[in-house]
């Protein structure tokens, strides 16, 4: 074990040392079921302390590299996704005990001044048709964030807009063809399946279990693409843990087939660190991601993008480059305002804090319901 932390660099010592545990782990270095050095140790072994080790090892808890055993530590659970069955239950409704962010509406103040902003900046622009795949600006911005947030590095010539993830679902449709048969989370949000069918594609419902799709079901399917909601898909609340993604990858890479990866909502996740994207551990060949802004900013905001992997970027170019861009060119703009003034990221932080406090005020109220209990039983 020699790990080095850089106290020069502007990221954290937390998550430095969860990204080279991470490393680690998915390298195999730390196997299935082995038990990770200890908080003290490690603390003394890396110069932090005790409390930044123990963050580190709270985001591998969060995203299901590892799990904690009272007193005896930290072992792992990764796996790596060979798709050898595993025990593993179904469940029809599985809702993780995690606050929504319904009601953390994006500040209209601020909204309104982003306006005039971009009234004033870009004058008569704002009535010129946009290129096809959505305005530079939008793009570049998107870019830029999603690298800061999100760990996906990708130029903004990958990144498409459209009129929201239903619009995009149907040009994903047209890109990759109606011959394949689509593989999706059962139960997931009804609409999904209604737009596959509405497009002709013919479904394949894949149950899912606490950790996400079950394995046998991905055995099963003869299907050649996987649409998942890695986290919090809905209605269940299962969020795919960080072996189960792997399987996804791995299915996808044998099979030759892609996965189209719903990120919906994945801003507001509760943990200190964003959750990994299926697109930031395989960016090249086998995942579109898809996201919006309806949550994030507004229901009226029916703006979405899609990050097209390399092999289907110049494809999509001459199949479908002749569709013109479904977002009007102000709202275009205006959202580029938000993300690059920093308006954005300080209300998806804000509502995030808003969510942890929310969290951790239910799991008291628990713990004191729980305690009563006992005491009577007692």
């Known amino acids: 074990m020699n790990y080095v932390i850089d106290t020069n660099s502007k990221k954290p010592a937390y998550i430095q040392l969860y990204e080279i545990l991470r490393r680690e782990i998915t390298a195999e270095v730390y196997r299935h079921g082995e038990r990770l050095p200890s908080k003290r140790l490690l603390a003394d072994e890396t110069g932090v302390s005790v409390i930044t080790v123990e963050h580190a090892y709270e985001i591998l808890c969060d995203e299901g590299y590892v799990e904690s055993r009272e007193r005896r530590g930290y072992f792992v659970t990764y796996k790596k996704g060979d798709l050898t069955p595993v ?37 008569e622009r704002i009535l010129v048709k946009s290129e096809s795949r959505g305005c530079a600006e939008l793009r570049g911005a998107i870019s830029e964030y999603l690298a800061r947030a999100k760990g996906i590095t990708v130029t903004p010539d990958r990144i498409v807009i459209g009129s929201g993830a239903e619009y995009l679902y149907g040009l994903i449709v047209q890109l990759i063809g109606k011959d394949s048969t689509y593989a999706i989370e059962n139960p997931s949000y009804e609409k999904i399946f209604s737009i596959y069918r509405a497009n002709g594609v013919k479904c394949d419902l894949l149950t899912l279990s606490k950790n996400g799709i079950l394995t046998s079901e991905l055995e099963r399917t003869s299907a050649g693409v996987l649409h998942v909601t890695p986290y919090r898909s ?15 990858i791995e299915w996808a890479k044998k099979r030759n087939g892609y996965i189209i990866e719903d990120d919906f909502n994945s801003e507001f996740t509760v943990s200190s660190k964003n959750e990994d994207t299926l697109f930031s551990l395989e960016p090249q060949e086998r995942v579109i991601y898809v996201n919006t802004f309806t949550k994030t900013v507004a229901p009226s905001m029916r703006i979405g993008y899609m990050v097209l992997p390399l092999g289907l970027n110049d494809f999509f170019s001459k199949k479908l480059g002749f569709y013109s861009c479904t977002v009007p060119t102000f709202e275009q703009y205006l959202l580029a305002e938000l993300i690059e003034n920093g308006d954005f990221e300080r209300h998806i932080n804000r509502t995030r804090r808003h969510l942890r406090q929310s969290l951790k005020a239910h799991l008291k109220q628990n713990e004191s319901k729980s305690k009563e209990i006992r005491k009577k039983n007692y």
């Open 87 to 123: 025990a593993e239950r179904a469940s029809e409704r599985i809702i993780n005990d995690i606050p929504s962010a319904d009601g953390e509406g994006f500040p209209f103040s601020v909204f309104s001044k982003a306006m005039r902003s971009v009234i004033t900046k870009y004058g």
């Open 234 to 248: 809905f209605p269940s609340g299962v969020t795919a843990s960080a072996s189960k993604r792997s399987e996804y």
